[in-house]
């Protein structure tokens, strides 16, 4: 592990991310910090250590990577072509938490793209990130670096839990930002179209191409009455995303989720509440193990610490987990997105 919290000193860079990078530059898979979780990194354009990244991670070889940029000039070495919308969005939101879908150049390695014709390009907005990059001298293909099928790490220490000894090093530099994945937007059609919400919510892609400009499915139904939310099943989702050991119930209301808590005690079920700070005298008293997720005024809040908080809650002896549901406003569509992953059985 090494820590970093002088990124780019007065003459040096630090000596950790030189480390890294030089790890990197050999064909080795390592751990770094980005804005929205830790990724781990390996040589985009070395076949062999991407192998190492899906090795380490037990991920599925079709599933592609998102490969990570230091700069808009590496971009033209990825994509064929940047359609103008695609251009737009990279302006405005390049470095952070967007990472774009384009036509891919005939040298990208099918490794990194799992086959497909195009490529997933993100310039990170984060400086241990970016310094390991410039300093690798090559483009970083990186998934989050948390074991597949586990929630992603927003610390070190996840990473470590995770993939210990199966990486050559961990970049720490503390908590990762956002705490949610990137957005995800395929931009190799005639409207910018989101596959996965995260940290540039929809509505700031709307304010800058336009609504008409910006597609989305939403898989959750805001209708739903029920006490217990309907997952449907999403076409085209084929992998299996993480999934608590104990199920995973999404609630509305709290007093569906007294009710719900009740029957389960009364059929000898210890029970793990995951709301917010709002609901916690409601809900604390009664539940075997509560989890605050931070406050519903403040979304950035949830979505920082969401990670860490269902790696508690999973780590608990609950039999079964109940958590309260969010607006699918702003950055709260990434969240509810995250946690109907984790409420699907498998
Ligand atoms: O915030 C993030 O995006 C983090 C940090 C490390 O940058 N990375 C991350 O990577 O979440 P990963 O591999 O966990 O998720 C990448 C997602 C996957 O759902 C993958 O299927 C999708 O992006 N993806 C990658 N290449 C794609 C492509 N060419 N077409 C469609 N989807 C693609
Ligand atoms: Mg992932």
Redesign the pocket.
């Known amino acids: 592990v090494w820590n970093v919290d002088n990124i780019e000193g007065e003459r040096s860079l630090d000596p950790g991310i030189k480390e890294a990078a030089l790890w990197i530059k050999r064909g080795e898979a390592v751990a770094f910090p980005?804005e929205?979780?830790?990724?781990?990194g390996a040589d985009a354009t070395n076949d062999e250590a991407v192998e190492k990244i899906f090795e380490a991670k037990g991920?599925p070889g079709d599933?592609?990577?998102?490969v990570?940029i230091g700069n808009q000039e590496q971009l033209s070495d990825l994509a064929s072509s940047v359609p103008p919308l695609a251009q737009k969005l990279a302006e405005h939101f390049w470095p952070g938490?967007l990472?774009l879908?384009l036509p891919?150049k005939q040298e990208v390695s099918s490794k990194v793209?799992?086959g497909?014709d195009?490529?997933?390009v993100?310039m990170?907005d984060h400086e241990a990130a970016r310094a390991l990059i410039k300093e690798a001298g090559v483009p970083v293909a990186?998934?989050?670096?948390?074991q597949s099928g586990r929630p992603?790490p927003t610390k070190a220490e996840h990473v470590k839990h995770d993939l210990s000894g199966k990486v050559a090093g961990i970049v720490d530099g503390g908590s990762s930002g956002f705490g949610?994945?990137?957005t995800?937007v395929?931009c190799s059609g005639e409207i910018a179209w989101i596959?996965?919400p995260?940290?540039i919510t929809k509505e700031q892609l709307e304010e800058v191409l336009g609504k008409d400009r910006i597609g989305f499915e939403n898989r959750i139904d805001p209708h739903n009455d029920d006490d217990e939310m309907v997952s449907p099943k999403a076409p085209g989702m084929k992998?299996r995303h993480y999934a608590p050991d104990s199920p995973l119930i999404l609630l509305r209301e709290t007093k569906a989720i007294k009710r719900r808590m009740e029957t389960e005690q009364k059929a000898g079920n210890k029970v793990a509440v995951l709301a917010v700070e709002e609901h916690r005298s409601d809900l604390e008293p009664a539940a075997d193990i509560f989890i605050v997720l931070g406050s519903s005024a403040k979304l950035e809040g949830v979505a920082a610490h969401l990670y860490d908080n269902l790696r508690q809650a999973d780590q608990s002896d609950a039999d079964i987990i109940l958590c309260e549901t969010f607006s699918l406003e702003g950055v709260g569509l990434a969240i509810m997105n995250r946690l109907e992953k984790a409420s699907a059985e498998g």
């Not at 929205?36 to 781990?40: E, F, S």
């Not at 990186?142 to 948390?146: D, G, L, Q, V, Y």
């Open positions: 980005t929205t979780v830790y990724g781990l991920r599933n592609p990577l998102i990570h938490p990472t879908i891919k793209t799992a497909l195009t490529v997933a993100r990170p990186a998934p989050s670096a948390n992603s949610l994945e990137s995800v395929d596959l996965r995260g940290g992998y």
